[in-house]
T-cell receptor, first 114, second 114 residues
């Protein structure tokens, strides 16, 4: 298994509160990603990072921000959680060598916003 | 607009028979295609991939076929086993190594009947 740890694994929060999800990797991979998985939508990209302090938006970035201060850590923040952000969140990594690459996923964080 | 489409939300197959999962794409820039398998409460795991310079790739019981002119790929599992019951995601990336992540379909839930 790729060395990816997501924390927390489960979280219940209230509407309007800030939430931060953490992804930690031990592979020293350059690229890191946050996806969300929802019934009927599959996996959709929220934000990604191509290096320390280098991030960009994905398909569904509204309401989310990210930070990457170290190669190994990629944080996803919901500044003010809404019920529409109830989802399963997956972190993924890839080597970033520029060739044909696959992503390796963490085990996910189940977030419920009440 | 969905660039990767899996039009069958679910598929039921008898154990020992062939499972065929289909995927269509609209973006002609995609040059690398992957299949991921996902069990409940786990992250997606890489199954098999194919680059656009090939039309077939085989790995044990799993074979992926690519028809570029039809913008269609399929995953064949022969013979199907109970442990193959999972959600299967088709994914694609464009040239550049997929630095901005993979684009996923909505998934097909494969159920292997004993």
């Amino acid at each position: 298994d790729a060395g990816i740890t997501q924390s927390p694994r489960h979280k219940v929060t209230e509407t309007g509160t800030p939430v931060t999800l953490r992804c930690h990797q031990t592979e020293n991979h350059r690229y890191m990603y946050w996806y969300r998985q929802d019934p009927g939508h599959g996996l959709r990209l929220i934000h990604y990072s191509y290096g320390v302090k280098d991030t960009d938006k994905g398909e569904v970035s509204d309401g989310y921000s990210v930070s990457r201060s170290k190669t190994e850590d990629f944080l996803l923040t919901l500044e003010s959680a809404t019920s529409s952000q109830t989802s399963v969140y997956f972190c993924a990594i890839s080597e970033g060598t520029g060739g044909l690459e696959k992503l390796f996923f963490g085990s996910g964080t189940q977030l419920s916003v009440l | 607009d969905q660039q990767v489409k899996q039009n069958s939300p679910s598929l039921s197959v008898q154990e020992g028979r062939i499972s065929i999962l289909n995927c269509d794409y609209t973006n002609s820039m995609f040059d690398y295609f992957l299949w991921y398998k996902k069990y409940p409460a786990e992250g997606p795991t890489f199954l098999i991939s194919i680059s656009s310079i090939k039309d077939k790739n085989e790995d044990g019981r799993f074979t992926v076929f690519l028809n570029k002119s039809a913008k269609h790929l399929s995953l064949h599992i022969v013979p199907s086993q109970p442990g193959d019951s999972a959600v299967y995601f088709c994914a694609a990336s464009a040239p550049g190594g997929g630095a901005d992540g993979l684009t996923f379909g909505k998934g097909t839930h494969l159920i292997i009947q004993p």
